[in-house]
């Protein structure tokens, strides 16, 4: 998973970053609001961010994301306690709000539900405005009409899908499609390239030098 993590207090900055790390994240960190909204984009899987923090807060953050349409899951750590600060940071839709001082392991865990409850949820996805898809029958439907696509390319979709809001990088590919085959980058990026084509809308981002993914669509 790639983390933004955004702590203006540099000791416990490089203790969350090597936790994560260690633990088999990739992580850019940042002290200053005003260089993630500089920095963030899709490519991030989670946003880990404390609230008063230099320049921007984690609440403006946030909020210009969401009217940007950027909706990455996000996790505040804060010393904020009032309701208040809590009931703005969910209103704002964020996923959890881990109160400090924490355990490096609370935030592992908060992380590892996270991701449990965005495999687990077998609804439809949306995809975009019109696509949306159904893992247990590993449909994809267009303003509510099933798809017909080749089987490489719904596998494609179902990997992407069950990775929703997350990175699938080229060895996850080789392993769950082409069963561990010693398959060439080049070769499931024009695979990917001919199934983009075959959309009427682009959800399938490619991620440079990482892979591909889907966001999780969000009407607003």
Known sequence: MKILLLEDELML????????RNIGHMVESFTDGQDVIDSVDTSFDLLIMDINVPTKDGFTILSELNEKKIYIPTIY???????????KAYDLGCR???????????????????????????????????????????????????????????????????????????????????????IDNPTIRAEISRLKKALKEDFIKNIRGLGYKIDRYYSV
Not at 77 to 87: G, L, T, V
Not at 147 to 154: D, E, G, R
Not at 158 to 179: K, P, S
Request: with cysteine; hydrophobic share 35%; charged share 25%.
């Open 13 to 20: 900055n490089n203790s969350i970053c090597e936790y994560l």
């Open 77 to 87: 750590i804060s010393a904020q306690i009032d309701i208040e600060d809590i009931s």
């Open 96 to 182: 959890e709000y881990i109160k400090k001082p924490f355990h490096l392991e609370e935030l592992g865990i908060k992380i590892n539900q996270l991701l449990k409850k965005d495999q687990s949820n077998t609804s439809h996805i949306r995809f975009s405005e019109n696509y949306s898809y159904a893992k247990d029958t590993q449909t994809l439907y267009f303003n509510g009409e099933p798809q017909n696509l080749t089987k490489k390319q719904l596998e494609i979709i179902h990997i992407l899908a069950l990775n929703i809001n997350m990175i699938v990088d080229f060895e996850r590919f080789r392993i769950d499609i082409w069963d561990g085959e010693n």
